[in-house]
């Protein structure tokens, strides 16, 4: 949950980083509130003065885009002066799954980051996931990879390796439980709700490096097992919603 608490104020003067738009607000008369996910800063409101706001900003203040910006610390808040478009991600817009699908990511951001939180590595999965979105990876897999990842980051990510019960592998097939998964052997007789093989795929999906994921992502028959799953992943991120 994005909160200001414990929020430091940076020192007064003048800063440039990259990053992207979170979330926008427009306050009535001031203008609009940008929640700027930012390198080496995390996630930072920033206002952006109305008068002026469209034509000196442009499209560097859309949700989505990546751009360097150039801010001041007042002694007051945060300000927006400039901003540099770096990607616009443009390609998404045109496909409403595609677009969906990476708003779904920044939602879940907004949700899961604390503002002032530096979060490098968030922002570069947040990046890649966008990256590979871009790059016609089929949506379902990106957004169920991204989760996994998130919540790696967190430290709430449930093993696809080692059974959360005994701690021995799964390889044979792996039951859910509301800790995780559990093997064989601590499911006994019940009827697996992963196979070997979905076990193989959802691991795939989640560790191969970005480019060995585009390639194999791309050759993944449509299934419903990462939906599926990301629906039980989402459930690992109750007790921050
Ligand atoms: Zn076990």
Redesign the pocket.
Known sequence: MISSFELEKLPQGYYKQIGTVLQRRDSSGEGQSLLLFLRDMGPMWVSAPASKTKCRFGGAIEPLTWAEFDLYQSPARLYLQGAEVKEDFISLRSSALKLKSALKLYKRLSKTLMVGHESNNILTLLWSSMLLLKENCPVDLVEYRFTWRLLKETGLAPSLNL?V????KLDSGAKWTNDGL??A??YGACKCDLDAKELRSLRFAALLSHDKFIEWSVSQEKSSLYTDELKKLVTFFTDMD
Do not use: E
Request: glycine letters at 12%.
């Open positions: 059974c019960n005994c701690g021995s559990i093997c052997s601590c």
